[in-house]
């Protein structure tokens, strides 16, 4: 293991709320698999009792109870790495270093002081957190750093607005994250991104974002890109894959951590127009059951003056 890192990013295909991208760092003992270390505490495939399980959010966030076990996967790792189990979507954005002033432009997002947990037993989870974090110390891994970076739909279609391109806007939101971990992160560390969309060749995007440096392209292919970056010595790896959510601990983690945070900002648009229109269908904000949201919360947006920029993605 010795140090690792994962990037992921939960999103980006809706039409409304936020794209959030996360990333996290990690070190353990050279060698060892995460997943082996921390098996008393930590599954990889199923929900088992008294485990979270960290693994694609897509999988952790299926079924009735899904909410519940990527909410106790986020909180659990939050609390272990911070020390305390957040308790608000407030806290968390407070961690995530958020610009709650813009945040406020929407007014679902005016009330963040929502309670969390949302799907489990608070002093349950806090359990869970603590036996985490002891197995954790116990076992020599450490959490280095979370990162988490969400855009609201307001700052995507700026984003559109400015490159034009999806890719481009998705790519700048990534890039940030990937510069906060190169930051963090030691010589020798690899870094393992998921790809994004069907983008191959990185290159020139990351000399771009790593100025001075000598970035070098190991490979470029249908499944993996992976670089040098000679920071120091020996370099720091980054690679670029599909399914980068099954191929490292940490960016399976920051796969839930970043559909965590979108959950509870979905949850905050659809608490705001259902408390003005009783009875109404929350949404996920994919294209087909968002495009029924926004016929359905029509007279809200008039009745309101709601800028549509602010609730709505311009592709």
């Known amino acids: 293991m010795n140090s690792l890192a994962g990037v992921d990013e939960a999103g980006l295909g809706p039409i409304l709320g936020p794209l959030v991208v996360a990333g996290v760092a990690m070190t353990g003992p050279a060698g060892a698999d995460p997943y082996a270390l921390l098996a008393r505490t930590v599954s990889r495939t199923g929900h088992a009792a008294g485990k979270v399980r960290v693994a694609d959010s897509k999988k952790v966030h299926q079924g009735p109870r899904g909410l519940a076990h990527l909410e106790r996967t986020a909180l659990a790792f939050l609390g272990a790495w911070r020390g305390e189990v957040p308790g608000s979507l407030a806290a968390v954005l407070e961690l995530a270093g958020a610009d709650r002033a813009r945040l406020a432009r929407c ?61 481009t806007a998705h790519f700048e939101t990534y890039a940030e994250v990937l510069l906060t971990l190169l930051n ?71 796969s839930c951590m970043a559909k965590y945070l979108r959950e509870l900002m979905v949850e905050r648009l659809n608490a705001w127009f259902g408390a003005r229109l009783p009875g109404l269908r929350p949404t996920a904000g994919y294209y087909v059951d968002g495009q029924r949201f926004l016929a359905d919360v029509e007279p809200v947006v008039r009745a309101e003056g709601l800028a549509r920029r602010l609730l709505l993605r311009s592709r």
Request: hydrophobic share 35%; net charge neutral; proline share 8%.
């Open 107 to 167: 007014p679902w997002y005016r009330d963040l002081d929502r309670p969390l947990p949302l799907a489990n037993d608070r002093r349950q989870l806090e359990l869970q957190s603590h036996l985490l974090a002891r197995d954790l110390a116990e076992h020599e891994v450490c959490v280095q750093h979370i990162a988490l970076r969400p855009v609201d739909v307001e700052e995507f279609n700026e984003k559109l607005d400015r490159t034009a391109n999806k890719g």
């Open 184 to 254: 963090l992160l030691p010589p020798g560390a690899h870094l393992v991104a998921d790809r994004c969309g069907g983008r191959m060749r990185y290159g020139g995007a990351l000399r771009r974002l790593c100025p001075g440096v000598r970035v070098e392209v190991e490979h470029e292919t249908a499944l993996t890109s992976s670089y040098r970056i000679h920071r120091a010595d020996p370099p720091l790896r980054l690679t670029f894959a599909t399914q980068g959510e099954d191929r490292a601990f940490p960016t399976a983690l920051a």
